[in-house]
């Protein structure tokens, strides 16, 4: 399982390039000195998982020194050090979490990047490799034992979605553990019974958040989630990437099949096009439909991130109208103004940066010229919103980071975004970093 790196970006305009690669260089100038960054939570508080982590710590600011080592050697020893923190403040513990995008897996893939980079890290790696296997078996049993549970135990961030992501990475001894993820991805179309109704195994039987927003009936009886992070738009990615890398397992394409048939019926359209809701409660299920209006630009939920998912299912399985389906729906995005995108940050996951990215993706379409236009305006909207000249104070962490501060990680913060700019800026990426968004 060799994993090739490629990049369907187009050229951007070079003013726009200078810009995007300046600001990318002046994050990664202040990250390159950890002593430049807040640690402590504004109440003073934090979760291990928030400075060790890829989303949010150490482990996903290496990412990105370790993505420049090809234009400069020296940033390998930043990449190693941020490495040897996350590796430091795993030793000894006992309550890690190992999905992805968290202690275990999450700094495994960085090693791996790493190592892709300038090698070394294979006696850590094959650590990290046995812990993430033995998760995954758990993670496994219980879904063969356990008819439901939460979106955590297949989806990108915690399960086993990400598990195989990142196993599919790792490539060489891993594959007889990637099958048997796959056919646990596989089993979970399969209906099962649920409070009276029929709903595939994907069901997560908590609501998608617990605000005082969430209906009544999310919060009885859970929710399909449709998302890309947390729903089944993720187990499709990991199922067509890893048919394309030619893993393939019995039931693998009619499964896939099954997915985007999910996605189709729940589907919606307004005035720009379709798009996808974020979740699907148990009347919707029943009743076939969704009334629930578009959501933001994002990664994690609706198009641009389930475009991509269902643009890779039509690559690996040859489906033009899915293809279809899937540029349509990036179309639809492109015709919105980027004023009601109701994206109100530059992260990854759900801000300006994801967009960015994804767009990326499909700028060889027949609305190539459209999505490669929006791409420019994205980054004049990043470049504004991000001033490089009076960058905020970067704090490693995830949530109660105080007014003047942004996080510095991976998923939700400027290490991601110097990424997305640098992907924008000189097309044809260095590391496969992306695959950590289950998006190749």
């Not at 090739?4 to 994050?27: D, F, G, K, W």
């Not at 892709?116 to 049993?141: C, F, Q, W």
């Not at 439909?289 to 990664?299: F, N, P, T």
Request: a negative charge; hydrophobic letters at 45%.
């Amino acid at each position: 399982m060799t994993h090739t790196v490629t990049s369907s970006h187009s050229p951007p305009v070079p003013r726009l390039a200078r810009q995007a690669s300046a600001l990318a260089e002046r994050i990664a100038d202040v990250l390159r000195d950890a002593g430049n960054l807040e640690v402590e939570a504004e109440d003073g508080s934090r979760e291990p998982w928030q400075t060790l982590s890829l989303a949010s710590g150490y482990a996903g600011i290496s990412v990105l020194f370790s993505d420049r080592v090809s234009r400069d050697p020296a940033e390998r020893l930043v990449a190693h050090r941020y490495l040897g923190m996350a590796s430091a403040g795993l030793a000894g513990r006992q309550d890690l979490a190992h999905g992805l995008h968290y202690e275990v897996a999450g700094l495994g893939f960085a090693l791996d990047l790493a190592r892709r980079a300038g090698g070394g890290y294979e006696t850590s790696l094959v650590t990290i490799d046995a812990l993430v296997i033995e998760r995954a078996r758990r993670l496994r049993h219980l879904v063969r034992t356990t008819p439901l549970d939460t979106m955590a135990r297949f989806d990108v961030l915690d399960g086993l979605t990400g598990f195989a992501r990142y196993l599919l990475l790792r490539g060489g001894g891993t594959a007889p553990e990637v099958e048997e993820l796959l056919i646990s991805l596989v089993s979970m179309v399969n209906p099962v019974e649920h409070a009276g109704r029929h709903v595939p195994r994907y069901w997560s039987t908590v609501p998608p958040n617990w605000r005082p927003e969430t209906g009544e009936s999310l919060r009885r009886h859970g929710h399909l989630n449709l998302g890309l992070a947390h729903g089944i738009a993720g187990p499709l990615a990991v199922l067509a990437t890893a048919h394309a890398d030619g893993v393939v397992v019995p039931g693998q394409a009619e499964a896939m099949s099954a997915l985007v048939t999910l996605l189709g019926t729940f589907q919606r359209a307004d005035r720009y096009g379709p798009y996808w809701p974020d979740v699907v409660s148990l009347e919707e299920f029943d009743a076939g439909r969704s009334d629930a209006a578009r959501g933001r630009v994002s990664w994690c939920y609706g198009a641009p991130g389930v475009s991509r998912a269902v643009q890779l299912a039509g690559r690996a399985l040859g489906r033009p109208d899915w293809l279809l389906l899937a540029q349509e729906s990036v179309a639809s995005v492109v015709r919105i103004p980027l004023d009601a995108w109701r994206i109100d940050h530059w992260s990854l996951c759900h801000g300006w940066a994801g967009a960015l990215h994804l767009l990326g993706y499909f700028t060889d379409g027949p609305d190539g010229h459209l999505v490669r236009q929006c791409r420019d305006r994205v980054v004049e909207r990043i470049v504004r919103a991000v001033d490089g000249d009076r960058l905020p104070t970067f704090a490693v962490g995830h949530d109660h980071i105080g007014p003047g501060r942004e996080p510095a990680g991976f998923l939700g913060g400027a290490a991601g975004l110097a990424l997305a700019l640098d992907d924008y800026a000189a097309p044809g990426r260095a590391l496969p970093w992306p695959s950590a968004l289950a998006v190749m």
